[in-house]
């Protein structure tokens, strides 16, 4: 009975051959997937013979009584395979594909968090090629748009971390017109847009604590804040951008408008096929799309990035709005003419 050090991983790698309905392993297949893992994790081999050795200590009655199966093809050669397709020795643990799904999971999530610190998912992949002797995927077959020179993504994961372990955090930021603030926040949520990462959370203020969100990429610097957490009882994040489109709530419109635009027949069916906003419907006789939204700054980018491909119909407020912009633009472009 073989009982060496490796016996378990072979009958983890065997195991996950016999239950493979797609591929045919034969006895040279077997010896082939079982050394490519411990070659790799142990530099070692095994021999055709500890091979039909394993398969009979699988099938032992007194073991696993494993419903192992030679099936003829190809002429002389046979291939295994449990006649249950429902049997695994590990009928307790991830099957094969729950783990082949899960190492997907967590490559997509390396690549897609974009965060610098990601040791730990790297340590959780290597426990899942040990445990189960499944090499991950090193084909770079899933690609996000991502600016990976982004500013702020260095605090992406301790930010994570604070807002887990409920760590008040004292934040210089910087904003869009240049001055600098030091506060002290309370970090409840983060989330991402269009490629920038936001942190929503209760800033601490002379006048009254009130609810911020600060872009990761205008963050100067940050500490940890010797103060005691602030729970959130404000905001259910569950709902809480149900009604916008971005992460910006704006206190000056707190109402869902009706927000209407026809848009060209050329691009309707993009607008369409891509939602702005999940209340989005439309109206295909007049390319016209219907949004119930509450106005804000990333809803005024998605409609100027459309150029003249779309016209505000409804509400009057804001088709005088784009109006507005549109004229105010036009303007730095004839004197620049002149």
């Not at 696993?64 to 099936?71: G, L, V």
Request: aromatic share 12%.
């Amino acid at each position: 009975m073989p009982t060496n050090k490796n016996a378990q991983l072979r009958y983890r790698i065997l195991d996950r051959c016999f239950s493979d309905r797609y591929n045919k392993y034969d006895i040279d297949d077997l010896r082939a997937k079982v050394n490519e893992t411990l070659i790799d994790i142990s530099g070692t081999e095994v021999s055709i013979r500890q091979i039909r050795d394993d398969i009979k200590y699988m099938r032992d009655r007194l073991t696993y009584r494993a419903p192992i199966k030679a099936y003829p093809y190809d002429g002389r050669k046979c291939y295994y395979r449990y006649s249950d397709p429902c049997f695994s020795i590990f009928n307790s643990e991830l099957s094969e594909d729950e783990v082949l799904k899960l190492c997907a999971t967590i490559e997509i999530l390396k690549r897609y968090r974009g965060i610098p610190a990601h040791a730990w998912i790297e340590e959780v992949i290597s426990s899942l090629e040990y445990r189960f002797g499944i090499k991950a995927n090193t084909e770079n077959v899933v690609s996000f748009d991502q600016n990976e020179q982004l500013k702020g993504l260095e605090f992406l994961s301790e930010l994570i971390d604070c807002t887990i372990n409920r760590q008040p955090i004292r934040m210089l930021y910087r904003t869009f017109t240049g001055s600098e603030t030091l506060t002290v926040i309370h970090p409840y949520h983060l989330k991402q847009f269009n490629n920038r990462w936001f942190l929503i959370g209760l800033q601490e203020r002379e006048a009254g604590n009130c609810i911020t969100t600060r872009a990761l990429d205008r963050i100067v610097s940050y500490s940890r804040a010797d103060v005691p957490f602030i729970p959130n009882d404000i905001i259910d994040f569950n709902t809480h951008f149900k009604d916008i489109v971005g992460v910006t709530l704006h206190n000056e419109y707190p109402e869902v408008e009706n927000i209407v635009l026809r848009f060209s027949p050329e691009r309707f069916p993009y607008v369409v096929s891509k939602p702005i906003h999940h209340s989005q419907t439309a109206d295909e006789t007049e390319n016209i799309i219907t949004l119930r939204v509450r106005p804000n700054k990333e809803l005024e980018a998605i409609i100027f990035s459309y150029g003249n491909q779309v016209e505000v119909l409804h509400p009057q407020w804001i088709r005088q709005y784009i109006i507005n912009k549109i004229k105010a633009n036009l303007q730095i472009y004839s004197s620049c003419a002149e």
